[in-house]
């Protein structure tokens, strides 16, 4: 499936193609912080497949509590969030956050990951498979 999205501001734009059935929802506590909300929706999409078609995302290098590092690219000028990636030589994948895709009511999760961080007041999302860690 062919998405295009972009920060809020507009000055960063996108497009890739993703397999939606790949949709997922993160919980884990990182995630959480970053977005300042419950949880993070993302799509991958192989860097081949990516392509930013306007500006330059910044990056925040984060390391997970594995020592994994990751770039997450956002917007410098509104802050969006637009995708995370490892970081250094190899192929990449990115995680494109759904709620920058113009295409995001077609993106639904199918799985959810790091549920044992997931907020007590969240519903739980059924039919969706859940694992407790990644």
């Known amino acids: 499936m062919k998405i295009d999205g972009?920060?809020?501001?507009?000055?960063?734009?996108y497009e890739a193609e993703v397999d939606p059935e790949k949709t997922s929802?993160?919980?884990?506590?990182?995630?959480?912080?970053?977005?300042?909300?419950a949880f993070r929706v993302?799509?991958?999409?192989?860097?081949?497949?990516?392509?930013?078609i306007s500006g330059t995302p910044k990056d925040?290098?984060?390391?997970?509590?594995?020592?994994?590092?990751?770039?997450?690219?956002?917007?410098?000028?509104?802050?969006?969030?637009?995708y995370?990636?490892?970081v250094g030589d190899g192929p990449k994948v990115y995680g494109i956050r759904v709620g920058t895709s113009r295409q995001r009511e077609e993106l639904v999760p199918r799985k959810q990951v790091w549920h044992r961080s997931a907020l007590h007041w969240l519903p739980e999302f059924e039919g969706m498979t859940t694992i407790e860690e990644q």
């Open 42 to 52: 993302t799509v991958p999409a192989p860097e081949s497949d990516y392509r930013i």
């Open 25 to 37: 929802i993160c919980h884990c506590t990182d995630c959480q912080r970053l977005t300042g909300t």
């Open 84 to 86: 995370a990636t490892s």
């Open 60 to 82: 925040y290098i984060k390391t997970g509590s594995s020592g994994a590092k990751r770039a997450q690219g956002f917007c410098g000028n509104c802050g969006s969030h637009l």
């Open 6 to 13: 972009g920060c809020h501001c507009g000055a960063i734009t």
